[in-house]
Structures are given as C-alpha cells and as structure tokens.
C-alpha cells in the first residue's frame, strides 16, 4: 500500500507561474523526501525535510512539512520549461523496515 | 563516476522465458533496491539489499528472485516472465537505510512481455 499520496496527479502552468504540489502520508515519520523524474529517466533527489523542520528551501523549491497532518508540500517559484517532469514524495514508514516508500507522484506540465 | 549502471535498457519477452536485469553501482553503497514503476501506479518496492549476500522482500516480491552476491552488483531475476511483470524497472542504491538516506537511481530497464 501507499505511504504517500501526492496531489494534484497533474498540473498545468505557465513558466514564470508557482507550482505547488502536496503529499499526504499515513503513519509517523522521521523525514520526508521529494525526487524528480523527467520523461524516460530515473529518479533525481531534490530535498530532504526532517520531522523536527517546518520549512526548508533549495533555490526555486520551498518545502514545507505539517506532521500534525502527516503533510508536505513543494513549492517552485518562477517555474520554468526545463521543471516539467513527475515529482514523488518518499517517506520510511516509523518500524516499518528499510526503504523508502513512493507515492504515485504529480505530473507538472510548464509551457512556454 | 557511473553512479548506477542498468542493462539492458529495453527486453521483450514471451511469456514464461526467464531473464536477469543487473544493477551495478560504483559509489560503494551498502543499500540496493529495485523498484517498478507502472501507470497511476508510482513506484513499488520489489525487493532490497542491505548489503552483500543479504536480500529482503519489499512490496510486490512474488515472481521475482534477487541475489547480491558482490556488494556492487543487485541482479533480479524473472524465472517465469508473465505480462503483469510488464514494467520499467528501476534500481536505486544508497549509503545507509532509513529515511534520511538519498537514493540514487538508475536510468530505467523497460521490460514488455508478450
């Protein structure tokens, strides 16, 4: 079963507009990661959030994380063309052994 | 620096052939894993490694052997190919276990059975 559920599954912007995309996750958690995945290639690590943070940035991306809602969000500011790709949200289940464990991840379409 | 090297990138098969997929990492990870990835499905978890000559079940393990016999090298195994096992297949390996450690993913192996 899924840990993660992203939200929306897909979106559709304008470069230059913010996207925002939201994981939701069942049971407690010690860190939170989100990764990129651009048409036909592997996942890319973009952040980690850990429980004991509320807020953390890396360039255009600003991740947030709600623990009492078991819930994050990534921010792009000022997307461009080159952010189109799939963004998944990772958690290791608290006493639920050793991997990672993926949502289905948001689709993010930004045209020009 | 390779990172993590899948081959072969694409396979058909029939049903009930068997074939292997080989994962190889150059960043001396301890942790291996491989995940498919289908449509609206995400990412599942199939099995993974905790380092050389120890495997373990993840998610979707049924009809899927692996072995770790190098620390470097994760293969998996089909025995019996079925068209559900159609899929991308992903490798990824990191450091450590747990939530904090950053998985590192290979290209991809797109397998279709017929």
């Known amino acids: 079963s899924q840990q993660g559920e992203e939200d929306p599954q897909a979106l559709s912007i304008q470069e230059g507009e913010n996207a925002t995309m939201n994981c939701s996750y069942k049971?407690?958690?010690?860190?939170l990661q989100w990764y990129r995945q651009n048409s036909g290639r592997g996942l890319v690590h973009l952040i980690l959030?850990?429980?004991?943070?509320r807020e953390k940035h890396s360039g255009r991306l600003r991740v947030t994380l709600d623990t009492s809602k078991k819930s994050s969000s990534l921010l792009i500011t000022a997307s461009r063309a080159a952010d189109t790709a799939s963004y998944f949200c990772?958690?290791?289940?608290?006493?639920?052994?050793?991997?990672?464990?993926f949502g289905k991840g948001t689709t993010l379409s930004v045209s020009s | 620096n390779a990172g993590v090297t899948q081959t072969p990138k694409f396979r058909v098969l029939k049903t009930g052939q068997s074939m292997t997929l080989l994962c190889a990492q150059d960043?001396?990870?301890?942790?291996m894993y491989w995940y498919r990835q289908d449509p609206g499905m995400g990412l599942r978890l199939i099995h993974y490694?905790?380092?050389?000559?120890?495997?373990a079940k993840g998610e979707v393990p049924d009809g899927y052997n692996v072995s770790r016999l190098k620390k470097q090298n994760f293969l998996l195994g089909l025995e019996s190919a079925a068209p559900s096992q159609t899929s991308v297949y992903f490798c990824?390996?990191?450091f450590g276990g747990g939530g904090a450690n950053v998985l590192t993913f290979g290209a991809g192996s797109r397998l279709t059975v017929l």
């Open positions: 959030i850990r429980s004991n943070e």
């Open positions: 990772a958690t290791r289940p608290d006493q639920a052994g050793t991997a990672l464990i």
């Open positions: 490694s905790v380092g050389e000559g120890t495997t």
């Open positions: 960043m001396n990870h301890e942790y």
């Open positions: 049971t407690s958690i010690n860190n």
């Open positions: 990824a390996s990191s």
